[in-house]
């Protein structure tokens, strides 16, 4: 960016359109971004019609359903217009009634039509991705008549990744033509004679977004079409759309991997009390969730009383399981994602976490077992005359807790997804609470064990 402009300083809208008409659009919505919604469409304005649009297109731009309702109706229509049928749908998503309708009805019949199609889709389909802008020829061109149609709407398409040859009686798909291959042919040859020799790679239009991600990133596409039951086009999704889809999702499976509801807005834009509400209520019920742990501790009163000194090792009992069950979590909720693993592998999934928890569990557990000696050894503190016993309570409650941190922390993906919830709302939090009230429960009773006769 023209590092000549502070873009921090006062300056008006018109001016600060002015300076920013000649960037990029990436620096233009960085610069509308740190502005308020109505500074923001007033700058916008001011910037040439073809730039304007081509920044609402962004689907960075924060705020951007705010800016539109704030521009004039008639400007606004121009816009939309200009702009992609899959990014005008996200737009519309976020916009309330009656300003929704009313936008809808100064769209053009194309562009209405195809926002029409694209929001009926489900949230998390690649059918919500997905744009209608992509260039088809019938099986019956030659590459120079394909090469002459792609100069001719090239401005009203997204993107010219590929040409999707159709069967001209039915439709249907035949092959995918790369715009690379379509150049280097022969000019007076027929389409098919520079399509590859494979099925074109497609996906449906119902698929998860996750599938269209898989077979992108499996095949290197750069665009894959999107067909419907009949093998029809009725769309392509981006690699660009996808990234931007994934980081969407990654960002919301953080949040509640962190034991908080996604955020819809970026952190700096959402206000005070949706904040609160966001927090408060997975908060709330992991609290009351802890409360188990004062449950379970007041269920061992009695040897607690007995054996005061089994309360110095309840911190590190606690965190070593969280921390197993946690990590276990988050292993498996990205290798479902990612397509690792599949429902039906949980068995084979519970068979490697067995005796990687116990391994996990001994290596603690002798660490545990270690420090007790030495401290006791060297005078640090008394544990008792048993303290050898108390350092063999806890290097055996160890291998048992981190061992039951790992098969509950693994299991618990598997579970949420075979009851039709997302596997990422087993947050970290969620775990290590599930984990903290049993691995008590284990630990008093590998000392009751360990420790009757003696000091219990």
Known sequence: MNESVNLDAPVEPAALAAHLAEESAPDIVEALNREAPEVAAAILLGLPHDRAVEVLDQ?????????????????????LTGMSADRVTDVFKEIEEPGRSDLRDRLDAETRGAVDRLIAY???????????????????????????????????????????????????????????????????????????NRRPVVVSAHASRDEAARLISK????????????????????????????????????????????LDEPYMAIDFLTMIRKRAGWLCVLFLSEMLTA????????????????????????????????????????????HQVRLGDWWRVALREIPAGLT???ILGTIGVVRIVVWQKLGFYDYGEHWFLVAATVGTAL?????????????????????GFDPATASAPFVATLVDVSGLVIYFSVALLILRGTLL
């Open 59 to 79: 689907p960075e731009l924060d705020c951007a359903p705010d800016i539109i309702e704030m521009l004039p109706r008639d400007r606004v229509a121009s816009y």
């Open 122 to 196: 489900p949230e998390e389909s690649v059918g919500s991705i997905m744009t209608t802008e992509f260039v088809s020829v019938p099986t019956t061109w030659t590459v120079r008549r394909t090469l002459d149609h792609i100069r001719q709407v090239e401005r009203t398409r997204e993107t010219v990744y590929s040409i999707f040859v159709l069967d001209p009686r039915t439709r249907a798909l035949a092959k995918a033509v790369p715009l690379r291959r379509l150049i280097s042919g022969n000019p007076d040859d027929n389409i098919l004679s520079v399509a590859p």
């Open 219 to 262: 095949y290197d596409l750069l665009a894959i079409p999107v067909v419907d039951e009949s093998n029809h086009v009725v769309g392509i999704v981006t690699v660009d759309d996808v990234i931007d889809a994934m980081i969407q999702k990654q960002t919301e499976d953080v949040q509640r991997f962190g034991g908080m509801e996604a």
């Open 295 to 338: 449950s379970a501790m007041q269920g061992f009163e009695g040897e607690l009383e007995k054996a005061i000194v089994l309360t110095l090792f309840i911190p590190l009992i606690m965190s070593s399981g969280g921390n197993s069950g946690s990590q276990a979590t988050s292993l498996l909720i990205r290798a479902l994602a990612l």
């Open 360 to 362: 996990l569990g001994a």
């Open 399 to 419: 291998v048992g807790i981190v061992l039951f941190g790992s098969l509950t922390g693994s299991m618990l993906p598997f579970i949420l997804q075979r009851v």
